[in-house]
């Protein structure tokens, strides 16, 4: 049983390679180091559908195999985009602002150029001056030490006060529900110092990248995501390949058996918990670049549940299904939702597909968890199957 | 033998009604000891209370040579302690090979950063490979717990509870669904256990309990009916008058 993951977990290799050879190809296809086939926009698309997947992988790992069904996560995701996008609007409007400046006769100070920078990025909502949150956004090394601490302990601190008192189940999925619900809402506040509903916007404009163009930004930014999607899958298949994932497993399925076995449940859960806040906030933190715009819509309760739906899809408990289902469900919904879907004229009923992907989507839901609550893993299961008889 | 669980004048109660009224119980290593009573008698609340799964509202519980008390401790902590149990229904982890079960019970640290470092050594394997023989599951290591026979599962959780290398043995009806042949093999596993730990035994079939040849205790209502030989207990007219109706 001992042994490196990749020859311990099959679909390990399976999933870096399948994984590269898609990134060589979409390289190969880009405007600017291929043959242009790709558009540097649907180039984006796809590298924001890997960090997709590197959040439907973290919702596996805490759901599908830890049994935690939080309908939160998408908390976590949009902490690390916000955090990011403070930098990233930072420097930019700083940029900005001393190239306004150039021309002036005296040379501005630092201290002029900050207070211009701010009055440009808060005016929108009445400020002028730095929210204390917006210390650090100067700072990339501290910014990117954010991105991981800020999702992983707030993911510590909830999961430590819900899984210490035994929420479990429904309640705390309501939990992480309100969680995320009450994050959205004290961000649409204007005075709360991230813009209110306007959010952050202009992060598709690296700092220090300004020469380079959106068409090489995109891919370097495709293949970071590629990257972060495999070495999580990578981390992720390790931890649940040992004896840690029984235990996880044994959580999952019936945790006061393992309670009884000596294990301290509530340290097990707060791990997975954490771990999987770390993930989706790297994984938002990759995402918002290359959407270039973050608002606390984002964060809704309505996203979590989405992760949960494409990891039901893609099937639980398996770390590819989780990927599959992601990838599948969200590039269906930019196809349907984009416009670019033709309409189905039925002669006495129209069928637009942004009106009718949700009910699509929701019925997709209805049918998977009724019929085949393996999701498209399942799928992999039987043909594994029909390959031995 | 010394006294290594004592269980003294514990009360609890559920919305009024009284599970468990000053119950007293004292066990020592090695020893056998058989709870019997009719539904209702408080066994399993009894175990709950031992192994922290519900907190009295009275009395004390205490546990080894230092008589430290269970009621601070959580059902972690307690089963760190050597405190082992089987549940009525058995309780494995059907989603995952015996080998795994009885890998996840192994005497190990119960850290999640130990967990997650864990190797198996050939000193696990071989204890992993002498219980499977000692369950009679050797062939079906590889086999996920689900698919396993019900009797074959009780096996299971009692290999599992052997795993863990406990001093106590709480063992809720461990012959329930079996053959008589499984019977027997269950009750010499249980009486060679019990030359080295203390183990109780709840349970409802009095062929069964005759067999364990042990000191017997009579729980109704709550509380200690009677004590002893199981000739000398079914011989109370208090004990015929509860299990006869009156």
């Known amino acids: ?389 | 033998m010394s006294t290594l669980l004592e269980v003294s004048g514990v009360s609890v109660s559920f919305d009024g009604f009284k599970a468990i009224n000053n119950l007293s119980f004292a066990i020592g290593q090695p020893e056998m000891r058989a709870v019997i009573g009719p539904n209702g008698a408080g066994k399993t609340t009894f175990m709950d209370i031992v192994t922290g799964k519900t907190r009295p509202d009275q009395g004390t519980v205490r546990y080894g040579e230092m008589g430290v008390s269970l009621l601070s401790m959580s059902e972690a902590e307690i089963a760190q302690a050597g405190i082992g149990r089987k549940f009525q229904r058995p309780t494995v982890f059907e989603d995952q090979s015996v080998w795994d079960n009885l890998r996840v019970a192994l005497k190990k640290p119960r850290g999640p950063f130990a967990a997650l470092m864990d190797r198996v050594t050939a000193a696990d394997r071989d204890r992993i490979a002498e219980l499977a023989e000692e369950i009679g599951l050797t062939d079906a290591l590889q086999r996920r717990a689900g698919t396993l026979s019900h009797g074959q599962k009780q096996w299971l959780e009692i290999g599992m509870l052997l795993a863990q290398d406990p001093r106590l043995l709480l063992v809720d009806e461990p012959a329930a669904g079996m053959t008589t042949q499984e019977r027997n093999h269950t009750t010499e596993m249980l009486k060679r256990l019990a030359q080295t730990h203390a183990v109780v035994v709840v349970e409802h079939d009095m062929d069964f309990v005759r067999k364990l040849d042990c000191k017997v205790t009579v729980l109704h209502e709550g509380s200690v009916l009677a004590e002893g030989t199981l000739d000398h207990v079914i011989a109370n007219e208090r004990v015929i008058e509860v299990y006869l109706g009156r």
Not at chain 1, 95 to 120: D, F, G, K
Not at chain 1, 142 to 158: E, H, S, Y
Not at chain 1, 212 to 220: A, K, L, V, Y
Not at chain 1, 285 to 313: C, K, R, T
Request: proline letters at 3%.
């Open chain 1, 1 to 389: 049983m001992n042994g490196s993951i990749f020859t311990r977990n099959k679909s390990v290799p399976i999933f870096i390679g399948v994984l590269f050879l898609f990134a060589i190809a979409v390289t190969v296809m880009s405007s600017a180091y291929g043959t242009g086939a790709i558009s540097v926009s649907f180039t984006k698309v796809l590298g924001m559908t890997l960090c997709l997947c590197l959040a439907a992988l973290a919702m596996d790992l805490v759901w599908g195999y830890c049994g935690i069904l939080s309908l939160g996560h998408f908390a976590f995701f949009g902490l690390g985009g916000y955090i990011i996008g403070m930098w990233l609007m930072t420097a930019r409007t700083e940029a900005v602002v001393r190239s306004n400046l150039a021309a002036a006769v005296i040379p501005p100070t630092q201290a002029e150029v900050s207070q211009a920078t701010a009055l440009q990025i808060f005016s929108i909502v009445g400020g002028q001056d730095w929210p204390w949150m917006w210390a650090a956004s100067d700072s990339l090394v501290l910014t990117l030490v954010l991105v991981v601490a800020v999702p992983g302990l707030l993911a510590l601190v909830f999961g430590w006060l819900a899984f210490r008192s035994r929420v479990t189940g429904v309640y705390l999925s309501i939990l992480t529900q309100a969680m995320t619900l009450a994050l959205s809402l004290y961000l649409f506040q204007n005075d709360t110092g991230l813009r209110g509903n306007n959010g952050l916007s202009g992060l598709q404009n690296i700092p220090g990248a300004e020469t380079i163009g959106q068409d090489r930004i995109s891919i370097w930014f495709f293949w970071a995501s590629a990257l972060a999607l495999g070495a999580a899958y990578i981390a992720s298949a390790w931890v649940v390949s040992g004896k840690f994932g029984s235990i996880i497993r044994g959580i999952r399925d019936d945790e006061l058996r393992v309670r009884f076995l000596g294990y301290r449940v509530e340290v097990y859960k707060l791990f997975v918990f954490t771990l999987t806040g770390i993930l989706s906030g790297i994984a938002g933190a990759l995402y918002y670049p290359q959407a270039g715009i973050i608002n606390p819509d984002e964060i809704a309760p309505i996203a979590s549940i989405f992760l949960a739906v494409w990891v039901a899809i893609g099937g639980r408990g398996r770390l590819y299904g989780a990927v599959i289902g992601a990838a599948l469900v969200s590039l269906l919904s930019t196809y349907f939702t984009g416009g670019r879907a033709p309409d189905v004229n039925l002669g006495f009923y129209n069928i637009e597909w942004t009106d009718w992907w949700p009910v699509l989507l929701g019925l997709g839901f209805v049918l998977v968890t009724l019929f085949a609550p393996k999701g498209l893993g399942g799928l992999v299961d039987y043909l594994g199957r029909k390959d031995k008889a």
